[in-house]
């Protein structure tokens, strides 16, 4: 018998919904979930969850602590996994450090790890040094269709799954890790030996502000126009968005070597968008040939809808959506400001990262709050 491992999500999202219900399944495992969601909170007290499966089916999860209360969702927590968006990170750290336990290791990983997660984790937790800190490289499966405390639907799983600690962590610590999520998870799980290698992995924080760009920006055929009906992320993709796309693509890849030279992190496992994308869903793309043709028959992305809202003349993308807050303020803004320390140009990004900020109407905070000064020193 393994020994019971506690396990507390933070974020009543889709894919903190989908995780709860998937680890319930397994034995030994107790979930406890942090979120500030009512709804959740008190549906909990009579119901369970619900997991739609791509293939048809259900399973459906009871958690063992659904609750608003840091102290109430983490005591004796081993592993915390935080689903947040990227720009509610630093306030739910702050909450959550001081209910963390002291007497054991606690891994405290983000899903997905990207914007630097590992940097503002070191500095949130300055006084929680038994703390291990860890981010995956992309969400585990898609989830959409929730329903908060009801049920959510399951989209594609990756085929392997990428994790990276700080480089504080030592090796017995990072063996630990893994087979705690080995055991969490049906798909293979490997260590990266540098975060950089999560940081720099080209993901939502190029893509939804480059297809965004190619739908609405100055050159784009809706520029200033509402659309008639609301529109999918990836199978609506326009051209344009997918060649700005392939523009920054190019350019992250350039600031991986720069990185790599300078700082002597070997990034060989930071592939081109495209490739990633076509490894992680291998067979659910019908047609691998181009960016364009990967967004559009991926099933995976399917019916994933873009964030939009409705006026009196049609709909117009939201602005206060999370492609904005968080891909942007602290995906985007943190290649912009490597790029600038390491005195590369990245015309395509900055380009697309100054409109975006300007369409959002600022940025509020961003991942330079956190981003150590020193670096890349």
């Not at 990756?158 to 087979?179: D, F, I, M």
């Not at 609506?236 to 997918?242: R, T, V």
């Not at 959506?321 to 303020?329: G, L, M, S």
Request: net charge negative; charged share 20%; proline share 7%.
């Amino acid at each position: 018998m393994m020994d019971p491992l506690n396990v507390v999500i933070c974020g009543g999202g889709r894919t903190g919904h989908l995780s709860a219900v998937l680890f319930k399944q397994l034995p030994g495992i107790r979930v406890s979930l942090l979120t500030n969601n009512r709804e959740v909170i008190e549906r909990h007290t009579h119901a369970g969850i619900s997991a739609l499966l791509p293939e048809g089916g259900t399973l459906s999860a009871r958690l063992d602590v659904v609750s608003g209360d840091p102290d109430a969702a983490l005591a004796d927590a081993d592993v915390v996994i935080i689903t947040v968006p990227a720009q509610a990170r630093p306030a739910l750290l702050h909450a959550i450090a001081g209910s963390l336990p002291t007497h054991k290791p606690v891994y405290v990983g983000a899903i997905p790890g990207f914007c630097g997660f590992d940097w503002l984790a070191e500095k949130a937790l300055a006084a929680r040094p038994n703390a291990v800190i860890w981010g995956m490289k992309d969400v585990p499966h898609t989830a959409y269709a929730l329903q908060p405390g009801v049920s959510v639907r399951m989209g594609g799983a990756k085929s392997t799954l990428y994790v990276g600690t700080h480089q504080r962590e030592s090796g017995p610590a990072r063996q630990v890790l893994l087979a705690h999520l080995q055991r969490l998870y049906a798909a293979p799980v490997e260590l990266l030996a540098h975060y950089l290698e999560i940081t720099l992995t080209p993901g939502n924080p190029i893509m939804h502000p480059s297809v965004v760009y190619g739908l609405i920006g100055p050159y784009a055929q809706w520029h200033d126009k509402p659309f008639a009906e609301p529109l999918c992320w990836w199978t609506d993709c326009p051209e344009l968005g997918a060649y700005f796309l392939e523009r920054c693509d190019e350019e992250s890849q350039l600031l991986c070597k720069v990185v790599e030279q300078r700082l002597g992190v070997d990034m060989s496992s930071v592939q081109p968008l495209r490739q990633e994308i076509v490894e992680a869903y291998q067979e659910q793309i019908r047609d691998p040939r181009t960016m364009l043709s990967v967004l559009r028959s991926n099933q995976a992305y399917d019916s994933i809808l873009a964030p939009m809202v409705k006026t009196a003349d049609g709909y117009v993308i939201d602005k206060e959506n999370r492609a904005f807050h968080e891909d942007v303020a602290f995906g985007l803004a943190l290649l912009v400001e490597m790029g600038r320390r390491l005195e590369l140009k990245l015309p395509y990004i900055e380009e697309i990262f100054n409109w975006n900020v300007a369409y959002m109407g600022g940025l509020r905070s961003s991942a330079l709050d956190y981003f150590p000064q020193t670096w890349p020193a």
